[in-house]
């Protein structure tokens, strides 16, 4: 195996390697926004449900 063909293959890995990085840091961050934005859905509900109740005749 030449030089040539060891830096293709560390290049080739490195490019993976980054490739799985990025996967990862989406879905974390994917998770965190679906987690932050449950307890503002879980408000609004609320808030809908307050209106229910004092416009129901």
Known sequence: MGIKDQFQDK???LKDKAK???RSAKGE???R???ASEPARKKKE???DELDD???F
Do not use: M, R
Request: no cysteine; proline share 0%; net charge negative.
């Open 20 to 22: 799985e990085a990025g």
């Open 33 to 35: 926004t679906a987690q």
């Open 46 to 48: 609320k808030v809908h």
């Open 11 to 13: 290049a080739q890995e």
């Open 54 to 56: 004092n416009w129901d």
């Open 29 to 31: 961050s994917s998770e």
